[in-house]
């Protein structure tokens, strides 16, 4: 069975910097994307950055040129380094894997104080 492992949540000052990871452990062959997703309380669930197998990266718009992903495959671990956070940027980050099929994380609360 596949586990999530999410790392790096916590709360910071506008303009601070986190980084998140996860790693993929279990029965995993071979992992198509990973990525991340947020959502704030009482907000649908949005895409925040993802990255495939062959390096293809895609970002929300409010978070290009902020937040970069990045993927180690032989550790089948996906990061997400996140500069000059705004308060916007608050909320519960869940980690996705695809492969057979969609994982998620458990998520990992971000909190950015103004």
């Known amino acids: 069975q596949v586990q999530l492992v999410e790392s790096g949540g916590g709360l910071v000052q506008a303009g601070g910097s986190l980084r998140l990871s996860c790693a993929a452990s279990g029965s995993i062959f071979s992992i198509v994307a990973m990525g991340w997703y947020r959502q704030a309380p009482g907000k649908q669930r949005e895409l925040v950055a993802d990255?495939?197998?062959?390096?293809?990266?895609d970002y929300a718009d409010s978070v290009k040129g902020r937040f970069t992903i990045s993927r180690d495959n032989a550790k089948n671990t996906v990061s997400l380094q996140m500069n000059s956070l705004k308060p916007e940027d608050t909320a519960v980050y869940y980690c996705k894997v695809v492969f057979n099929q969609i994982y998620w994380g458990q998520g990992t609360q971000v909190t950015v104080s103004s």
């Open positions: 990255i495939t197998s062959g390096g293809n990266t």
